[in-house]
T-cell receptor, first 117, second 117 residues
Framework: GAVVSQHPSRVICKSGTSVKIECRSLDFQATTMFWYRQFPKKSLMLMATSNEGSKATYEQGVEKDKFLINHASLTLSTLTVTSAHPEDSSFYICSARDGAGGPDTQYFGPGTRLTVL | AQTVTQSQPEMSVQEAETVTLSCTYDTSENNYYLFWYKQPPSRQMILVIR??????QNATENRFSVNFQKAAKSFSLKISDSQLGDTAMYFCAFMKRSGGGADGLTFGKGTHLIIQP
């Protein structure tokens, strides 16, 4: 099946710094990638939709200047948490749509645990 | 907007038993997909099964099957001959089907399934 990787798997940073998370589709081209956030023992909440070569679409309540998304190629999307604060600590998961397989399947990365001190 | 409701926060069954996880959803859309994802302790999201709303036949994948009742907006997951490796969080998810594009997933709150030896 389709494989999606994320890097790093864990990151600890100081408050006020920026952190970049990479999401890669390893064996397929992903025209669309999605970023989700998951709080402890909670469900996944969609943050934004990332389309290759265009601006990301953010869900209501998600600050686009806080969570910068870049989808520069068909296999890579990045999420940058700018000026991170402790309340940004969370588990961030990306998914990628396999365009060749139709619009109905998203494959998930293993997630990135962000801790902001 | 759509909502997904999973009313069972936790369930526990004996190995080899059959268990059914419930999911209801609310939407005004007519074309959509429904999914069950499994999230084991590793937190990797794994697709268990998917259902196209326009198909009346219930989807089946080996020991996993769904009971899709479109009029009732119900989408339950049945796991037969449960195994210890089935222990995980199970999320029901909804995705609107929109032309050639792709939409993000709306998740339920999840059901923690524990398979007892």
């Amino acid at each position: 099946g389709a494989v999606v990787s994320q890097h790093p798997s864990r990151v600890i940073c100081k408050s006020g710094t920026s952190v970049k998370i990479e999401c890669r589709s390893l064996d397929f081209q992903a025209t669309t990638m999605f970023w989700y956030r998951q709080f402890p023992k909670k469900s996944l909440m969609l943050m934004a939709t990332s389309n290759e070569g265009s601006k990301a679409t953010y869900e209501q309540g998600v600050e686009k200047d806080k969570f910068l998304i870049n989808h520069a190629s068909l296999t890579l999307s990045t999420l940058t948490v700018t000026s991170a604060h402790p309340e940004d600590s969370s588990f961030y998961i990306c998914s990628a749509r396999d365009g060749a397989g139709g619009p109905d399947t998203q494959y998930f990365g293993p997630g990135t645990r962000l801790t902001v001190l | 907007a759509q909502t997904v409701t999973q009313s069972q926060p936790e369930m526990s069954v004996q190995e080899a038993e059959t268990v059914t996880l419930s999911c209801t959803y609310d939407t005004s859309e007519n074309n959509y997909y429904l999914f069950w994802y499994k999230q084991p302790p590793s937190r990797q999201m794994i697709l268990v099964i998917r259902q196209e709303a326009y198909k009346q036949q219930n989807a089946t994948e080996n020991r996993f099957s769904v009971n899709f009742q479109k009029a009732a907006k119900s989408f339950s997951l049945k796991i037969s001959d449960s195994q210890l490796g089935d222990t995980a969080m199970y999320f029901c998810a909804f995705m609107k089907r929109s032309g050639g594009g792709a939409d993000g997933l709306t998740f339920g709150k999840g059901t923690h399934l524990i398979i007892q030896p």
